[in-house]
């Protein structure tokens, strides 16, 4: 997943740097879906960049070739259906 909606926030996954240097300068928080619990990696889009559909656009494409360069995540593993005691029919 390379971006999202939670709640009434947009939110994107960006490299560390990205992530430190709009946390900075834009107003964007980390994600967390509950107190004290980030997700690594995932930003809110901050509001003013929401209503700037270019600036937006090409943040999603950044977010987009980011998760496109991260390794595939192993089935069956944590989390799966099809993992350890899953009924398989």
Same mark, same amino acid.
């Given at each position: ?6 709640? =009434?926030?947009?939110?994107? *996954?960006?490299? &560390?740097?990205?992530? $430190?240097?709009?946390? #900075? ?5 980390? @994600? ?14 901050? =509001?003013?960049?929401?209503? *700037?559909?270019? &600036?937006?656009?090409? $943040?999603?494409?950044? #977010? ?5 360069? @991260? ?19």
């Amino acid at each position: 997943m390379f971006a999202g909606l939670f709640a =009434t926030q947009m939110v994107v *996954r960006l490299p &560390a740097d990205e992530r $430190l240097s709009m946390t #900075a300068d834009q107003d964007a928080n980390p @994600l967390e879906p509950m107190p004290g619990r980030p997700m690594k990696n995932y930003i809110n889009v901050p =509001t003013a960049l929401m209503i *700037r559909e270019t &600036a937006l656009k090409a $943040l999603v494409v950044r #977010a987009m070739t980011f998760g496109a360069s @991260l390794p595939s995540k192993k089935t069956g593993g944590k989390g799966s259906s099809v993992g350890k005691g899953a009924k398989r029919s």
